[in-house]
T-cell receptor, first 112, second 113 residues
Framework: GENVEQHPSTLSVQEGDSAVIKCTYS??????FPWYKQELGKRPQLIIDIRSNVGEKKDQRIAVTLNKTAKHFSLHITETQPEDSAVYFCAARSGGSYIPTFGRGTSLIVHP | EADIYQTPRYLVIGTGKKITLECSQT?????MYWYQQDPGMELHLIHY???????EKGDLSSESTVSRIRTEHFPLTLESARPSHTSQYLC????????????FGNGTRLTVT
């Protein structure tokens, strides 16, 4: 089955800095890669996703890049703000399954 | 508004009690899931359903059971609660496409004393 590794587990940055979270996956058949943000005490919510036929996708201050050859994908947040503080989860979904495999999460702390 | 709803939000019960956590979605999704999560920690899949009368166990062994009699409703039952069941339980659903994201409910925070 699919295995997703996510790093780092904790990331601390100053407001205005950039933050990068990386995930690797094992199943070369995986073709859908969503990212979820979970604020303290709230539910995980989709913030951006990418499909395997695309190398990069941007939405304002966040972007996701995908390297299918190396089997890794990354979340990039620019000009971080305190409200970006949350736990971020990456996931990968294999073409043969509806079940996503989640990474263990990254706790991002943005210091004002 | 189309969403996924969980009740109760918080529940404190004694050991040995039977409980049912409710989950309903109004998005017409076929796929539904239950995750167990300690605050800010990993998401562990405990049950999923591909549609009415379809239920499967997830990766994490759980003493809970689920049912899917109606598309919109996916309740989770614990026959005899134990302190080890103390956790947050998140229900989710997704559309019938493999590139559809999960929509999560607000969760039920369960404490078993």
């Amino acid at each position: 089955g699919e295995n997703v590794e996510q790093h780092p587990s904790t990331l601390s940055v100053q407001e205005g800095d950039s933050a990068v979270i990386k995930c690797t996956y094992s199943d070369s058949a995986s073709n859908y890669f969503p990212w979820y943000k979970q604020e303290l005490g709230k539910r995980p919510q989709l913030i951006i996703d990418i499909r395997s036929n695309v190398g990069e996708k941007k939405d304002q201050r966040i972007a996701v890049t995908l390297n299918k050859t190396a089997k890794h994908f990354s979340l990039h947040i620019t000009e971080t703000q305190p409200e970006d503080s949350a736990v971020y989860f990456c996931a990968a979904r294999s073409g043969g399954s509806y079940i996503p495999t989640f990474g263990r999460g990254t706790s991002l702390i943005v210091h004002p | 508004e189309a969403d996924i709803y969980q009740t109760p939000r918080y529940l404190v019960i004694g050991t040995g009690k039977k409980i049912t956590l409710e989950c309903s979605q109004t998005m017409g999704h076929d796929k539904m899931y239950w995750y167990q999560q300690d605050p800010g920690m990993e998401l562990h899949l405990i049950h999923y359903s591909y549609g009415v009368n379809s239920t499967e166990k997830g990766d994490l062994s759980s003493e809970s059971t689920v049912s899917r009699i109606r598309t919109e409703h996916f309740p989770l039952t614990l026959e005899s609660a134990r302190p080890s069941h103390t956790s947050q339980y998140l229900c989710a659903s997704s559309a019938d496409r493999k590139d559809s994201p999960l929509h999560f409910g607000n969760g039920t925070r369960l404490t078993v004393t």
